[in-house]
Nanobody, 126 residues
Framework: QVQVLESGGGWLQAGGSLRLSCTAS????????MGWFRRVTGKDREMISC????????ISADFVKGRFTISRDNAKNTVYLQMNGLKPEDTGTYYC???????????????????WGQGTQVTVSS
């Protein structure tokens, strides 16, 4: 069966960096676009970044503003989210998800993703 597992969350001070990892199995990883989402206080789950199956294309939400970078290693069935310049408002639960349809089809919608991990907590203190 499909499994999606995030790791790398933690507690840190504002301005710091974290790299989240997401390892997936149970499907042809190199055939699927992957996305990172988060749920922060007072907001619905929102898309951070999505990466195409080959890693050649990415798209990110405006709030990322160059601070976060998504990447993938298909040999390791892993997708990463490098987060720099973290702020207290970035505190929340971060999720990895498998995109059901091709990369270019509405990557910002949670409805486009059919498998989700349990999430990893990121806490940024001021």
């Amino acid at each position: 069966q499909v499994q999606v597992l995030e790791s790398g969350g933690g507690w840190l001070q504002a301005g710091g960096s974290l790299r989240l990892s997401c390892t997936a199995s149970g499907f042809p990883f190199d055939h699927k676009a992957m996305g990172w989402f988060r749920r922060v206080t007072g907001k619905d789950r929102e898309m951070i970044s999505c990466i195409s199956s080959t890693g050649d294309s990415t798209i990110s939400a405006d709030f990322v503003k160059g601070r976060f970078t998504i990447s993938r290693d298909n040999a390791k069935n892993t997708v990463y989210l490098q987060m720099n310049g973290l702020k207290p408002e970035d505190t929340g639960t971060y999720y990895c998800a498998v995109k059901a349809r091709p990369f270019a089809i509405n990557p910002f919608s949670t409805d486009e993703y059919n498998y989700w991990g349990q999430g990893t907590q990121v806490t940024v203190s001021s």
